[in-house]
């Protein structure tokens, strides 16, 4: 069992940043595939970014390249989501989830079998 709970949320104003971090228990965090998904009212849980099985390589949204950063440290069992230039459409609650097979997709939310509560992100305009 893998619990992670996510911090870091609240509210920002349209071109502002944001880091979320997402504190995991369990010793084998090195070998976990995180990644990042959002859910904005009335729509379904939309991938936002993810590593590789590896950990390797970074997957993104083309609607966050080149505005969000996952990365991750091993040593804190924490992985992170930096967020630059918000938008509007950027509200959401975001959670992180672990992927625990190599052969589940990596950007589909099907594809992670542990989940965060999820934390509040606000774009204000």
């Known amino acids: 069992q893998v619990q992670l709970v996510e911090s870091g949320g609240g509210l920002v104003q349209v071109g502002g940043s944001l880091r979320l971090s997402c504190a995991t228990s369990g010793r084998s965090f090195a070998t976990y595939a995180m990644g990042w998904f959002r859910q904005a009212p009335g729509e379904e849980r939309e991938f936002v970014a993810a590593?590789?099985?590896?950990?390797?390589?970074?997957y993104y949204a083309d609607s966050v390249k080149g505005r969000f950063t996952i990365s991750r440290d091993n040593a804190k069992s924490t992985v992170y989501l930096q967020m630059n230039s918000l938008k509007p459409e950027d509200t959401a609650v975001y959670y992180c989830a672990v992927r625990i097979s190599m052969w589940a997709p990596a950007t589909t939310p099907n594809g992670y079998t542990y989940w965060g509560q999820g934390t509040q992100v606000t774009v204000s305009s």
């Open positions: 590593f590789s099985w590896t950990g390797t390589s970074t």
